[in-house]
């Protein structure tokens, strides 16, 4: 299927590792240009080696000083969509949480996001098309364990994304979700080291179990993930906003998983 992206604008958070990077790297193969967003310059200019229709920004997308450079690096042209992603809060179960860590993750997982999509969304609107995809977790579906800031944050984002895409729906702009179950990112790394400390066993027994838990028995790809989130950036999926759509191997038990 041809999708129809060349010589478009995207925009990439966390560009560097895991979601972000396989998406960014199908865009360029799409012959795409992106403008891709991430904490450490060394690893964004190593991206940027890639191609030369690769722009960089670097920062945490929490900080309003990046969202201003990053309006600024737009400028006048037309940005066709943004892939919002970020690394999430740490990992730890309800009980260790202090309201401080609460604090934070409101930051790092929620108030950006509604900054980012509120800066772009007119010149989106006022264009009549756009694609803003949100990449969040399984957890939007069903609870992962020691992820409890996760957790509820990112419920409250879908809350939000799907009360937008209802109010802007004629707009030609769409607004989607999806939610990783298990995949090889580091992010997984971190999950998996501190389940192995918290219950004292290797992390390849942990490793294995979080396999065993998907009805496919295995760890995700994220360029298999990649492939999805590109066809949603695409003209074709025009039809389809406010969803939240889980990407898990079959993790999800419930029948509106």
Known sequence: MKLHLDDTLFLVGGATSGFGKAITEQLITENSRVIA????????????KFSD??????GDLSEESVLERIILKIGNRVLTGAVINSGGPPAM??????????????KTVLRWKIALTQALLPKMMANGYGRLLY?????????VANLVLSNAMRLAVTGYVKTLSQEIGSSGVTLNILGPGYHATPRMETLFAKNSAIKGIPETEIREAFSQQTAVKKIGNPEDFASLALWLLSSHSSYITGQTITVDGGLVKGIMG
């Open 37 to 48: 967003v991430a904490r450490t310059e060394a690893k964004l200019l190593a991206l940027q």
């Open 53 to 58: 229709r690769i722009e960089i920004v670097v």
């Open 93 to 106: 179960p309800a009980m260790e949480t202090k309201l401080s860590d609460w604090d934070e993750a409101y």
């Open 135 to 143: 990449i969040e977790s399984v957890s939007t579906k069903q609870p």
